[in-house]
């Protein structure tokens, strides 16, 4: 007995379910973010950040690890927020832009100890 074709093999999907091949760059909409509105706080605190111009200082603590790179590399292409420390025990007094030279020009900071790091002067500490 010959084997149906493929499409028929699957059940069709509706239009822009996660997976879709029919609707390819839609998100399926978050219940979570509808239900307390955060799409709304988001937009109006990023005009606010905007409008103030004021930059939120950061410090990351790990730097080293896969978390602290990512946030790292995202951070310091952000308008809003200035590095301001970033704490290794390895690799204390290493230049940043020696261990990731995608870095460079971005991030002009040193690893330093989280002993020694200055993270009281930051904002907001990861």
């Known amino acids: 007995m010959p084997r149906p074709p493929r499409a ?4 069709p999907r509706p239009v822009g379910q996660r997976g879709s ?19 709304s ?3 109006e605190h990023t005009i606010m ?3 103030s111009n004021t930059r939120i200082k950061v410090g990351i ?8 790179v990512e946030l790292l590399r995202l951070l ?5 927020v200035e590095l301001t420390a970033i704490t290794s025990r ?9 261990m990731y030279p995608n870095l460079r ?8 100890a989280p002993e020694k790091a200055t993270l009281t002067d930051c904002d907001v500490v990861n």
């Open 8 to 11: 028929e093999l699957r059940a």
């Open 21 to 39: 091949r029919t609707n390819f760059g839609t998100v399926p909409q978050d219940p979570f973010a509808e239900r307390y509105n955060l799409a």
């Open 41 to 43: 706080f988001y937009e």
């Open 49 to 51: 950040a905007q409008a």
């Open 61 to 68: 603590v790990g730097g080293t690890g896969y978390t602290g």
């Open 76 to 80: 310091s292409q952000h308008p809003n």
């Open 90 to 98: 390895k690799e204390d007094g290493l230049p940043v832009a020696n």
């Open 105 to 112: 020009g971005r991030v002009n900071l040193a690893f330093s």
